[in-house]
Every structure is written in structure tokens, then in C-alpha cells.
């Protein structure tokens, strides 16, 4: 009983609150970036001037005020941040459970999303179910943004 508590709660909890946290640490630490480049080149318009929200809106900003080509960066980059802010939405708004997702373009992108991958399904009970290598895959790609961004605006 304690292997199956632990198999279906306890791991894939453990799971989420990664994905959450390196959203969280991500999203901070684009802010932070913005922030310090912003007064390094003494910069008017403020990250939270650029519209948008969260991660739209630090990428705007490193776009129009700092002339980062983020656009030129592997769109894989940018792709994987947004859609783990989805897959975070889902778990921390439905606990992982794809049906109980509020808006249905978003249980749309959820139920396809996984269709196209072998490290995150959706389980009988209806939840997201991450693989660890999902989880290194994001981390991955989280380091590699980061080391792009820094070479970018001349910090690396």
C-alpha cells in the first residue's frame, strides 16, 4: 500500500512542485535580468511598462527597450518556457487534472500537447502524469535561455 501511495501521490507530486518552482524561479529571475539591465543602461520604460504579463511581458521588454533578438534565439527556448507556464497553470489551478481546466482552448493545447511527447500523458485519473526526464528537459532548456539571454545583452 505504501508503494502505491507513493506511486500515484507522492512522486507525481513531487513532480509538480518542481515544474512549479522552476517556473517560479524562471519567471523571477527574467524579471530580476530585466530589471538589472534596465538600470545598468539606464533604460525610462520599466519591465512592467512593456504590456503583457509574466514572461510575454520580460520577452517584450528585452525585444523593444533592450534590442535583444529573442525572436532570432531556437524558437524551442521561448516554446518550452510557454508551455511549461501552461502545464504549471493546469497543476496549480486543477492539481493536474486536464478535465477540471477552466478554459477549453486550454485543455485543448494540454490533451494535444501530450499526445506529441512520451515524457508527460494523461493518466486514468485523468491527470498529468510527468516523466523525470520531462522535468530535466525543462531544466535544460531553462539553463540554455538563460546562457543565450546573458550572451545576448554582453554578460557572458
Known sequence: N???IYESELNPAMRYSFLVLLHIFTETQLRKLCLEIQEER???IGVTDSGG???KQTRSF???QVG???QDFPQKEWDNLLNLQKIRNC???AYGRVKDVKKPDER???RQF???RKDISIGDDGRLQIEVTFCQQQLDNMRSLFERLFQAVGWA
Do not use: T
Request: charged share 20%; glycine share 4%.
Open 91 to 93: 497543476i496549480v489551478h
Open 62 to 64: 528585452l525585444m523593444k
Open 42 to 44: 539606464h533604460i525610462p
Open 53 to 55: 504579463r509574466g514572461i
Open 114 to 116: 501530450v499526445l506529441k
Open 68 to 70: 535583444v533578438s529573442v
Open 108 to 110: 485543448k493545447w494540454l
Open 2 to 4: 505504501l508503494d502505491n
